[in-house]
């Protein structure tokens, strides 16, 4: 009885950080979403610089590209890692599965 509480416990924490998780993706995804869609605006200003020689404002606009989208992945990654460690804690007293799902 107090196994089955523990794991009903542990099931109701994880389902808790899944929703929390799509919560986060939700909000990231819209934050890049809206600085893609600004960025693609100004694509045809540095153009139009990189045309007329003004090779800096190329590097400059990918610099920037790259840098949100690193800052987009680094975060992802961490909350990635945040799950794998709540879904591989085990409630107390519950044996460590093994392969084939057993035990």
């Known amino acids: 009885p107090l ?3 523990c794991t ?3 099931g109701f924490v994880a389902a808790q950080e899944g929703i929390g998780q799509d919560k986060r993706n939700a909000e990231r995804y819209g934050r890049t979403w809206k600085f893609l869609s600004k960025i693609a605006e ?3 200003a540095v ?3 990189v045309k007329v020689g003004d090779k ?15 800052l987009e ?6 909350q990635g890692d945040s799950v794998e460690a709540v879904l591989a ?5 519950q044996a460590p599965t ?3 799902g057993q035990g």
């Open 42 to 44: 100004e694509e045809d």
């Open 89 to 93: 804690e085990k409630p107390k007293g």
């Open 47 to 49: 153009r139009e610089k």
């Open 56 to 70: 800096t404002a190329l590097v400059t606009w990918v610099d920037r590209l790259h840098e949100h989208l690193s």
């Open 8 to 10: 009903a416990v542990a």
């Open 3 to 5: 196994g089955v509480l």
């Open 98 to 100: 093994q392969p084939g």
């Open 73 to 78: 992945h680094r975060e992802w990654r961490a």
